[in-house]
């Protein structure tokens, strides 16, 4: 059974650092490409970041850029996303989801981000 | 990094059909064949119905189905139901390893 399971959220003051982890099971990681992709409370989706299957290649929406980092282990089947310098703004449940022909086919449950004083 | 534009609501009653247009640009929607929707219950994480602008993953029933002209995406709902209730998103790929969403929007059965 394909699982992706997030963690690493919580409350942290605006200008602090958080870094999230995906934890995936149940298909080939190491083929796949993976994203983060975030949403305010009571707001849209709004896609954060990618990273292809060896961790080659990156990108980044704009508003995160410069700020957030993707990364991973195909060695531990996981993805992490460092997020410094944390906004207000940045405040939202992130969601970790497999991508296939450029959509994403399994989402875990979201962790949440409070970006806080 | 424009959102993709879709209209805040829709709405039908059951039986009906839905359509909901999903507008980008020649850089985006317009660019590539990686549009694809997806369907979000309150509290839920969302689940993906269309991929590569009009393909169902298994277990999709197909009542959705979904096309592509120029720069506009569409996403029909045939035959609503009850459960079809629910907030859906657009998506595209826009080159240089980047994607975005639409705003989304609220499907209300009547």
């Known amino acids: 059974e394909v699982q992706v399971v997030e963690s690493g959220g919580g409350l942290v003051q605006p200008g602090g650092s958080l870094r999230l982890s995906c934890a995936a099971s149940?298909?080939?990681?190491?083929?796949?490409?993976m994203r983060w992709v975030r949403q305010a409370p009571g707001k849209g989706l709004v896609w954060v970041s990618r990273?292809?299957?060896?961790?080659?290649?990156?990108g980044y929406a704009d508003a995160v850029k410069g700020r957030f980092t993707i990364s991973r282990d195909n060695a531990k089947n996981m993805v992490y996303l460092q997020m410094n310098s944390l906004r207000v703004e940045d405040t939202a449940v992130y969601y970790c989801?497999?991508?296939?022909?450029?959509?994403?086919?399994?989402w875990g449950q979201g962790t949440l981000v409070t970006v806080s004083s | 990094q424009s959102a993709l534009t879709q209209p805040p609501s829709a709405s039908g009653s059951p039986g009906q059909s839905v359509t909901i247009s999903c507008t980008g640009t020649?850089?985006?929607?317009?660019?590539?064949?990686?549009v694809s929707w997806y369907q979000q219950h309150p509290g839920k994480a969302p689940k993906l119905m269309i991929s590569?602008?009009?393909k169902r993953p298994s277990g999709v029933p197909d009542r959705f189905s979904a096309s592509k002209s120029g720069n506009t995406a569409s996403l029909t709902v045939s035959g609503l139901q009850a459960e079809d209730e629910a907030d859906y998103y657009c998506?595209?790929?826009?080159?240089?390893?980047?994607?975005?969403f639409g705003g989304g929007t609220k499907l209300t059965v009547l």
């Open positions: 989801t497999r991508t296939v022909a450029g959509g994403g086919d399994y």
């Open positions: 020649s850089s985006d929607v317009g660019a590539y064949n990686y």
């Open positions: 998506s595209s790929y826009a080159g240089n390893n980047i994607m975005i």
């Open positions: 590569e602008v009009s």
């Open positions: 990273i292809n299957p060896d961790g080659s290649a990156t």
């Open positions: 149940g298909f080939t990681f190491s083929s796949h490409w």
